[in-house]
């Protein structure tokens, strides 16, 4: 089974930290993804990234950046919080040409 | 601009009915859609796909039927069981995108004992 794991389930941050959401995956997938989901939008895609180091800004980057040293995992960072960046972040994974894989997500609250 | 919409909020079925969750597309370049169902607080999970060379996919209870024609897809749950209850989202990519997946904003679905 593949697994992808994020590193919190759950995270209270202040407005202005630097916020760091790790992502790991265990199946040598090509690509990796986040996603945010906030009710009625569904899932908007932030970053991807297709191979180490390569990176692809998605439908709302602003205010993120990602990291993606190794190919096992990929690092969403968001330079300094916002309350607007609360929300569920969920990473996923793929094979080229096959259905993205998803961790459990991270709730994030920026008070 | 949405490209990918389910116009449908919730929906109540009856346990042992058919469930049918409805999905519109915009971009024609979308050549592959799936179906995710995501349970609270947890991540989505891969139900079934479709590519766009067919109209019709199986997999148990669950069936995907797509009119490119309409830009429509519709998944159909028979028989629904109360463990159906769920959001479902509708999502499409197309070939050379990395199968980057474009969500639509989801359906809440309820199966009532």
């Known amino acids: 089974d593949v697994k992808v794991t994020q590193s919190s389930r759950y995270l209270v941050k202040r407005t202005g930290e630097k916020v760091f959401l790790e992502c790991v995956q265990d199946?040598?997938?090509?690509?990796m993804f986040w996603y945010r989901q906030d009710p009625g939008l569904g899932l908007r895609l932030i970053y991807f990234?297709?191979?180490?180091?390569?990176?692809e800004k998605g439908d709302i980057p602003e205010g993120y950046s990602v990291s993606r040293e190794k190919k096992e995992r990929f690092s969403l960072i968001l330079e300094s919080a916002s309350t607007n960046q609360t929300s569920m972040y969920l990473c996923?994974?793929?094979?080229?040409?096959?259905?993205?894989?998803f961790g459990q997500g991270t709730r994030l609250t920026v008070v | 601009d949405q490209q990918v919409k389910q116009n449908s909020p919730s929906l109540s079925v009856q346990e042992g009915r058919i469930s049918i969750l409805n999905c519109d597309y915009t971009?024609?370049?979308?050549?592959?859609f799936l179906w995710y169902k995501k349970y609270p607080a947890e991540g989505p999970t891969f139900l079934i796909s479709?590519?766009?060379?067919?109209d019709k996919n199986e997999d148990g209870r669950f069936t995907v039927f797509l009119n490119k024609s309409a830009k429509h897809l519709s998944l159909h749950i028979v028989p629904s069981q109360p463990g159906d209850s769920a959001v479902y989202f509708c999502?499409?990519?197309?070939?050379?995108?990395?199968?980057?997946?474009?969500f639509g904003s989801g359906t809440q679905l309820t199966v009532l004992p």
């Open positions: 996923a994974s793929s094979e080229a040409n096959t259905e993205a894989f």
């Open positions: 199946m040598d997938h090509e690509n």
């Open positions: 990234s297709y191979d180490v180091k390569m990176k």
């Open positions: 971009n024609s370049m979308f050549d592959y």
């Open positions: 479709i590519s766009s060379i067919k």
């Open positions: 999502a499409a990519s197309f070939s050379g995108s990395a199968r980057q997946l474009t």
